[in-house]
């Protein structure tokens, strides 16, 4: 495909290099590069739909730079756990997994704690530096205070504010240290809140004494040790600003985090097509209304929507013709994003199979060692029949669509307990005929013991829910093998994976079969 010559920057100031777009597909379109190549964007973020093979994403990269320059920042979530976008390469573990493995018995004191962090995030930026990718927006440094927090989570290092800001900081160093920008995130904090920022707009009304002593704690840590930038959240705290959310208020901005804690890296919003922001600043007003509150740089994620990017990037224009956006402010966020891409500037690093087969021995071990047990636990018989009881899928995925069915789950299981027998549960289904197929295969097997698992990100399904007077009555193990929160909501023993991926399940394969368990829960 014959790109459009690489977009004018000789004009005397881009207003829409501020802004990060994203992509339809696997490869650059003519269309999107004729967009770039028009208002010259400041970079690009990448998402699962974009990412395939190693070669074409590597050429994706590479067309991107073609158009719009060498100095841009192409940016990524690769957080771990759920939330990652290149697959085919070793996969850092979600962030509480991660936690609870360093934290959990005979892992070493905090200085070995804090170097496994590193590496984790090291692991995590090895797969995107080879692309050359070199920004990624992670990790959370959320403090998960609210159970109920449907977005955060387990991308959350727990619910302790210096063992977030201890292990998120230390992740975020090693991302850097490999080479990728890293982004720290939702600022000033999405770990106290039961909305999802994704959907509607929240509000963490809490006093400022509060904050410091919580939310703020990771984030005045991560400055401190001068990582690379920082992602805003769409959440009101009235204690700052009563009306405006973090991402557009200058007080959050401006005020509490350049002026009283003097950081001078990257701000960069998250998704401006969150619901959170469309529904109440639409028409491309979000990214003027954030640089004007202290952002250097505004996400415009429309699913590769040309029509919506133009309408952020004209706004822009527009801001900066009328005054409302001062050109002292936008050579401001310009000159930090430019110091940021040449800093990390995105050209490919070799990873070596050697390295690799390393990063995944390292994962692994971290995966074994994060399994955490609530109640008593007795090994399985490999002999034995054994029921599986599992929602075939989820009522809704991740914040990014991922999920992990009930057939997968058993097939991995079964692999360690080869007289596995599994009843695939409806997701909301609740019928007799479900509530008959289950109890038959129970009375089937009546000495048999019983797993039951949650593979849900949000709620314990209400299939699973109807047949818990029955399960009382049997030797029933919870398996939680995504969200760690719904371990509590079972009156059942439950082993906790903190995810789904490949060295999850190879792990609680080894643990029901080996009964060894080291992860302690970090909330």
């Known amino acids: 495909m014959p790109l459009p010559e690489r977009a004018s920057l000789n004009r005397p100031i881009r207003a829409a290099r501020t802004l990060i777009i994203d992509l339809p597909g696997p490869d650059l379109d003519v269309e999107s590069a004729s967009l770039m190549a028009e208002f010259g964007f400041g970079g690009v973020c990448l998402f699962t739909r974009n990412v395939s093979t190693p ?28 939330v990652l976008r290149r697959l ?9 997994g991660l936690s609870a493995a360093v934290l959990g018995e005979g892992f070493g004191n905090e200085a070995e704690q804090n170097a496994a962090a590193h590496e984790a995030g090291a692991i995590a930026a090895r797969g995107l530096a080879e692309l050359g990718i070199n920004w990624n927006y992670a990790p959370c440094l959320d403090v998960n205070i609210d159970p109920a927090n449907p977005v955060i989570g387990e991308r959350s290092f727990g619910a302790d504010p210096q063992v977030v800001a201890r292990l998120g900081v230390a992740w975020a160093l090693g991302c850097e240290s490999a080479g990728v920008l890293s982004a720290v995130k939702h600022f000033p904090g999405h770990g106290d809140t039961a909305q999802d920022s994704h959907l509607t707009l929240p509000t963490v009304d809490k006093s400022r ?22 992602m805003t959240a769409h959440i009101v705290y009235p204690a700052l600003d009563p009306e405006l959310p973090a991402t557009l208020s200058p007080a959050v901005l401006s005020g509490l985090l350049r002026r009283d804690w003097g950081y ?14 469309r529904d109440r600043y639409p028409n491309g007003q979000a990214g003027p209304l954030a640089l004007s509150a202290g952002a250097d740089a505004a996400l415009s994620c429309g699913h590769g929507d040309h029509a919506v990017h133009r309408e952020h990037a004209e706004a822009l224009e527009r801001a900066l013709a009328n005054g409302s956006l001062p050109e002292a402010r936008l050579r401001e966020a310009l000159g930090r994003l430019a110091r940021a891409a040449q800093q990390f500037p995105g050209l490919p690093r ?15 071990g971290w995966a074994r060692a994060s399994v955490t047990r609530l109640g008593a636990f007795s090994p399985m018989n490999p002999g034995q029949d054994v029921l599986l009881l599992v929602p075939e899928g989820v009522g809704v995925g991740g914040p990014y669509g991922e999920f992990l069915s009930g057939e997968a789950l058993s097939a991995a299981l079964k692999r360690s307990l080869p007289h596995l027998h599994t009843a695939l549960l409806g997701v909301q289904d609740t019928s007799q005929a479900q509530f008959i197929q289950a109890q038959a295969l129970l009375a089937h097997f009546p000495d048999a013991p019983v797993m039951v698992a949650t593979t849900d990100r949000w709620q314990v399904p209400p299939s699973l829910l109807s047949l818990v007077p029955v399960l009382q009555l049997r030797n029933t193990l919870h398996l ?21 991926q490949a060295s ?5 394969r080894h643990t029901l079969i080996s009964g060894e368990i080291r992860g302690r829960l970090p909330f």
């Open 350 to 364: 070799p990873y070596p199979e050697a390295q690799r087969q390393l990063d995944q021995q390292q994962i692994d």
């Open 209 to 230: 004494a509060e904050l410091e002593a919580t939310e703020w704690l990771p984030f005045r840590a991560a400055v401190r040790a001068g990582v690379g930038s920082v």
């Open 480 to 500: 939680a093998v995504w969200n760690p929160y719904l371990a509590v909501q079972l009156p059942f023993p439950a082993l906790i994976t903190y995810g789904f």
């Open 264 to 277: 001078d890296g990257v701000v960069v919003t998250d998704a401006t097509d969150m619901r959170a922001i």
């Open 88 to 96: 085919d390469v070793p996969l850092p573990p979600a962030p509480m």
């Open 55 to 82: 070669e074409r994403t590597s050429k994706l990269v590479r067309d991107i730079r073609d158009v719009l320059g060498p100095e841009i920042l192409i940016g990524i979530d690769q957080e771990g756990g759920a």
């Open 504 to 508: 999850n399940l190879e792990a609680l």
